[in-house]
């Protein structure tokens, strides 16, 4: 059974930095592209980042080009997400997805950035 949890998310204040990671299980993580979508407030969730199996490439919404990393351990199953530079429109749920046959998604975590 595919489970994604993920944890990190928080309060920060504008220009602050968060770390999100995703803890993953049910699956042999290290064959599946990952990413991380994000839900704001009245809005749909939108693709935040991508990368592949090994890592190697990584996709980014222009929004949070050069201000949020995404990568992956796959020694420990586990995504990250460093989002450097937090404006108030990072404000969102945060959630971990993959697609093993069907798409599995994390419960979320919430970002809120607030000054």
């Known amino acids: 059974q595919v489970q994604l949890v993920e944890s990190g998310g928080g309060l920060a204040q504008p220009g602050a930095s968060l770390r999100l990671s995703c803890a993953a299980s049910g699956f042999t993580f290290k064959d599946y592209p990952m990413n991380w979508y994000r839900r704001a407030p009245g809005n749909e969730r939108e693709l935040v980042a991508g990368?592949?199996?090994?890592?190697?490439?990584?996709n980014y919404a222009d929004s949070v080009k050069g201000r949020f990393t995404i990568s992956r351990d796959n020694t420990k199953s586990t995504l990250f997400l460093q989002m450097n530079n937090l404006n108030p429109d990072d404000t969102a749920v945060y959630y971990c997805h993959t697609l093993v046959g069907s798409h599995y998604w994390g419960q979320g975590t919430q970002v809120t950035v607030t000054s």
């Open positions: 990368i592949s199996s090994s890592g190697t490439f990584t």
